[in-house]
């Protein structure tokens, strides 16, 4: 076993008499919508302005949603003293 090249985390430093930490998270959503519709209308053919009030219109809307979401999160920290200071990092080892 070897081991392969160091990548410091960006941002990851962390100085003297602190709590220096690192965490990562990653989320899905999933949503699903479902809509009905439905319409009726009534009607007498060729309209006048007094027949208008006769009109008749029925509409309906339902909608139904629902959302499932999911996050895994993970970190790490450790307290540094006086004098310590330093930076998270990945170092891969290398199988051969």
């Not at 960006?10 to 602190?18: K, L």
């Amino acid at each position: 076993m070897t081991y392969g090249q160091e990548v410091p985390f960006s941002s990851s430093s962390c100085d003297q008499n602190t709590t220096c930490s690192i965490s990562t998270a990653e989320g899905v959503t999933v949503t699903t919508q479902v809509s009905i519709n439905g319409g009726v209308t009534l009607r007498k053919r060729d309209i006048t302005d007094v027949e208008l009030q006769a009109a008749f219109n029925i509409g309906a809307t339902y909608t139904f949603s629902k959302s499932l979401s999911y996050t895994v999160t993970a970190g790490q920290q450790k307290i540094l003293g006086a004098n310590q200071c330093g930076y998270w990092t990945f170092i891969p080892y290398m199988m051969e």
